[in-house]
T-cell receptor, first 109, second 118 residues
């Protein structure tokens, strides 16, 4: 599995954009970059994934570096409901999903 | 979208008893499901992969005789914690691949089952 490095914690103000970084310098060519988040006392929730190109969906945007050794999850306008632990996980199609320690995002009203 | 339902959401049992947790894919079929365990303030740890119609595959260090997994249909997997002890108290979460179209195998997770063993 590719090793990932994420900040332990980050803070944001409500309604401001948040950029959550992830380093995955040992990513393999077949690994998709997945992002999941876990709200308190709930199971994880899929956020977004990408391979090489930047991706957008209704929840977030994913910016992938050209060399694929890092990526950034972008929440365009943070809400209180976005307070969660965010996990960046490089994974190939047949591999198991292995969680690291993630980034705990706090959102200030 | 895809939904995975877990039941019960929380359970309290006495030491030495067995507890069964169900995981259902509500609007899709899942030949494979994954069971995770999460202790307080820790990340999720994969326990086992449940395979429909065949034996589960357990991760290293997980006792297969203690954590019995059955995947009898394409929409149901069960995890039975046998002879539970206080150290088995944890948050158990199941998941299933819900989007194989992209090749990324995105997982949908259940809401989790919190087990407390007295």
């Amino acid at each position: 599995d590719a090793k990932t490095t994420q900040p332990n914690s980050m803070e944001s103000n409500e309604e401001e954009p948040v950029h959550l970084p992830c380093n995955h310098s040992t990513i393999s060519g077949t690994d998709y970059i997945h992002w999941y988040r876990q709200l308190p006392s709930q199971g994880p929730e899929y956020v977004i994934h990408g391979l090489t190109s930047n991706v957008n969906n209704r929840m977030a945007s994913l910016a992938i570096a050209e060399d694929r050794k890092s990526s950034t999850l972008i929440l365009h306008r943070a809400t209180l409901r976005d307070a969660a632990v965010y996990y960046c996980i490089p994974k190939s199609s047949g591999d198991k999903l292995t969680f690291g320690t993630g980034t705990r995002l706090a959102v200030r009203p | 979208g895809a939904v995975v339902s877990q039941h019960p959401s929380w359970v309290i049992c006495k030491s030495g008893t067995s507890v069964k947790i169900e995981c259902r894919s509500l609007d899709f079929q899942a030949t494979t499901m994954f069971w995770y365990r999460q202790f307080p303030k820790q990340s999720l740890m994969l326990m086992a992969t449940s395979n429909e119609g065949s034996k589960a595959t357990y991760e290293q260090g997980v006792e297969k005789d203690k954590f019995l997994i059955n995947h009898a249909s394409l929409t149901l997997s069960t995890l039975t914690v046998t002879s539970a002890h206080p150290e088995d108290s944890s948050f158990y979460i199941c998941s299933a691949p819900s989007d194989g179209r992209s090749g990324a195998n995105v997982l949908t997770f259940g809401a989790g089952s919190r087990l407390t063993v007295l």
